[in-house]
């Protein structure tokens, strides 16, 4: 049976009122550790740079098929866990501070989550360089760099969608059957992950490899990795437990 609830008249709760008092116990005490790793994560984007005033959104999804996200509105350096709503699939608000919603850009979280079973975490922010490719409509795909050869493989850039529309999430789904890193055209990086740190590092990979590219180009150029040893390297994912998809070599720059 499901039911909402006011509490003090702050906050709203719906969810499935039959659960032991321990599996409620064990319940919350998860989701407050998953809150808390969320709030660092949010404050880690603001304190590198990715995001400014109230850029920027994270998702994670939970074991029954609900996701808790950050809200609209807030610059991720003021975070905190009881700001964090629940929403189900189709982003309606099932727990969370009256009058808090989701980001309208939560169409292309979820977009993420119908394309990847194995997705479990989403990020969107706007790393300032690997957000310059993105502007510049150039993809991150030299295989130039070990670490990211392994890791990401290329970075593609997506067509233009208008923010909050359907066009970005239906712009995305095609790419995400391979990678999981893109570049959106003229706004920003997507990335995700097994789980949320998965997909941090992601992101942390992805600006990095973005630097280290930059720096390359004012030095000549990128001397790419034979394919030989490419492939070699790729064949390493599995032993490294590396999880999630790759695009093995693939251009997209002409």
């Not at 919350?28 to 880690?44: R, V």
């Not at 808790?68 to 608000?93: A, H, M, Q, W, Y």
Request: net charge neutral; proline share 4%.
């Amino acid at each position: 049976m499901n039911q909402s609830v006011q509490i003090g008249g702050k906050r709203r709760i719906s969810g499935t009122a039959r659960i032991s008092k321990k599996g409620r116990t064990m319940i919350d005490s998860q989701y407050k550790e998953l809150k808390e790793q969320m709030c660092e994560i949010c404050h880690k984007m603001w304190q590198l740079g990715w995001v400014a005033a109230n850029d920027g959104n994270v998702s994670v999804k939970l074991e029954d098929g609900s996701f808790f996200v950050t809200p609209t509105g807030i610059s991720k350096s003021f975070i905190t866990p009881e700001k964090l709503l629940r929403i189900d699939e189709n982003g309606n608000v099932l727990e969370g501070l009256d009058g808090s919603r989701p980001s309208s850009e939560i169409k292309m979280h979820l977009r993420c989550y119908k394309e990847r079973e194995d997705v479990g975490a989403v990020l969107h922010a706007h790393p300032p360089v690997a957000t310059g490719y993105a502007v510049a409509g150039k993809s991150l795909d030299e295989y130039s760099m070990i670490e990211t050869v392994i890791a990401l493989g290329s970075v593609p850039v997506t067509p233009y969608g208008t923010p909050s529309t359907y066009e970005v999430p239906d712009a995305i789904a095609p790419y995400l059957e391979h990678h999981d890193a893109v570049l959106l055209q003229n706004h920003g990086a997507l990335v995700v992950g097994a789980d949320l740190l998965t997909a941090y590092y992601r992101m942390e990979t992805l600006e990095l490899f973005a630097k280290i590219s930059l720096n390359a180009h004012l030095l000549g150029g990128a001397k790419e990795i034979s394919e030989e040893n490419i492939d070699r390297l790729i064949s390493m994912r599995e032993s490294y437990g590396v999880t999630g998809r790759h695009p093995g070599y693939k251009k997209y720059n002409k």
